[in-house]
């Protein structure tokens, strides 16, 4: 078998020349109903390239005809789908049943009438099938003839007696499917043999509605209105054919409809939905339907329930004749949705629509409108911005938009362009007058963020309006913009900053420049740092007493903490918590930084926090096995392996209760004493215990041991809380 779990008979059965190979696998007695993967036998290849000839042979040989595949389809599903009339006939002839079902329930009747082949329509008729099956969606083979567009099988079918006027699952008739694909011949014929037009289906639409959508040619929906169908009438929600025209962009449709509509009064009713047609036209975008449309309301400022006016949909669009026609018409500029609180105004400059945006300005009924905020305070000219639409931009100053209005962080437009790199409207908004010292929410400036953000061009066009006082200011957490640049690892701010002597000295928030560099892990900053402000800068000290080197060990970066240790950096000092940078790699399992500090020969592998842990123990109390092992590598250090912390508890308790099976084999082979009791009472051995209660049911059992079986030099005997955890606990912040 093949890929597809096909036979050399499946193959054989198929392709072009091979008929003789075919007989003489059947002279092998090979099996001739072994079904692929997909559950097809070599009938059903067969079938599907309609081999007429080889589908008797095979038949003779004892095919089963009607062998389903995993679609449920039988070989005379097959080549009723793909249109072999004469196989048809032949698998009809061999006693083939045409009425069973297949995929979705369909008929070999549906499928030919689904593909539009008459001719295996016809045989099938032959055969006494019934017309009027219902697949499981409840369509007969009426419909699949309608929605496929087949005027003969559809002839073919409505000759033979069949009923036109069954209603499938969702309430359509097969005229519903004929005009939904705009198939004016079916049309033609079911509107001809009395099909209604006015019929509606679940949700309300009639044939007219669905033509609407999809009929483009507008023949369809002549015809059907020519025929007494109602262009008036409302589906479930309201929407009526000129709805579904608008929003199907049918152009034709919603011409011909405009020419059957004699008064205004149908868009004047109560129960007409919030979306009109005219939303859907400003929407749609073309002039021609716009004007003829707009002659039937006397106010085009109507909203939907989301506040939009025909005018923000055009405006947001980009429809700037659509936009022209409603400003002449009294649309008004200043209202607002109810989304975002954002006019007509708001969507342009969003979307970067600079001829709308200059009409609007220009005709607007409130002069305030170009500063007007949104629900996030944000102004046109700041949407602009962020969007990086100069021209909008230019069109909004030039108007008189305000560039130092402020949102609800306090950012003004030229925080926007400072974040999002775009150096031309940096200096575009400078020219105008934008502020540039002042501050948001957290206490940052813009040269903040420019260093933040690493774009250096912005920060040095900032720099030429800066004061000497501007540029040292600290934000609210006590960092400068040198602070930020090495924070987020920017090497070429930093060597600008430093190379211009903008920074001469480290001020502000004790978690230094260099701190922020062997945060971000760069390298690059920290020698900048090194070589302005000199080796000193290694041994800084943040509020919590931590060093660079601190900083690098818990995250992992190795490269940084070389060029710290090159440079003084102290392996040994500890922070608030007693914690070594060696131990601070342990507890947060960087085995690189781990491996490398241990291979620098000055690191004291027993130094102990103020917990009483050292590295050995947060390894194994965080189960880095491999750290554990870096450390227990290369020495027999008894101190190391029966350090006992301020729980009493040494690495071997904690390597048994975490299950570090390699680590505890090394420990022991290390000389860690099995006999250490910790203050809770336990022995390593006991730690093992999921828990307090199982650890004293293990204690008192092995208690009750044979002597022979307990080692006398071993205790078991416990005094226990029973509130106590097993675990000892550390409330430790990184």
Known sequence: MNYRGQTPLHIAAVSTYGVDCMMLLLTQKVDINRQSLDGRTPLHMTAIHGRFTRSKILIDKGATIDCPDKNDCTPLHIAARYGHDLLTNTLLSYGANPSQKGYEGRLPLHMCCLAGYVECCRKLLQAKVDLNALDDSGKTPTHCAAYRGSVECLD?????????????NIGRLPLHYAASQGHYQCIFTLVGIGSPTNSVDMEGCTPLHLACGYDTEGKCIEYLIQHKADPFVKDRRGFTPLHYAMAGGNIAGVSRLLGVIENSTIFQQADMPDVTPLHLAAKLGNINVMRAILSYYHDVNLQTEHGLTPLILAAREGHVQCVHILLRFGAKVALRDSINGMTAIHYSAKNGHSPCLTLLLHNSEEKNVINMHDALKRTALMLAVSGNHIECVQTLLKCGADPNVVDDDRHSCLFRAVVTGQNSMVQLLLTNNAK??????????????????????CLQTILAYLTEKDISLLDGQECSALHWACYNGNANCVEFLLENNVFDKLEGNPFSAAHCSAFAGSERCLELLLVKFGSSIAQLKDSRDRTPLHIAALHGHVECAKLLIQKGGDVRAS??????PLIAAAQYGQAAFVEYLLGSGDVDRTAQDRQGNTALHWACYRKHNHIALLLLENGDDGALVNAANNDGKTALHLSSRNGLVDVTKELLQKGASVSAVDNEGLTPALCCAPNINVAQCLALILQNLPESNVQSKDTYTCQYNSNAALNFHIHYEQ
């Open 156 to 168: 073919l079918l409505v000759s033979n007696g069949a009923d036109f006027q069954i209603k499938d």
């Open 436 to 457: 540039v010292d002042s501050v948001d929410v957290h206490g940052k400036s813009v040269l903040h963020l420019a260093a933040a953000c690493g774009h250096l061009v």
């Open 575 to 580: 922070d608030e918590d007693g914690r070594t």
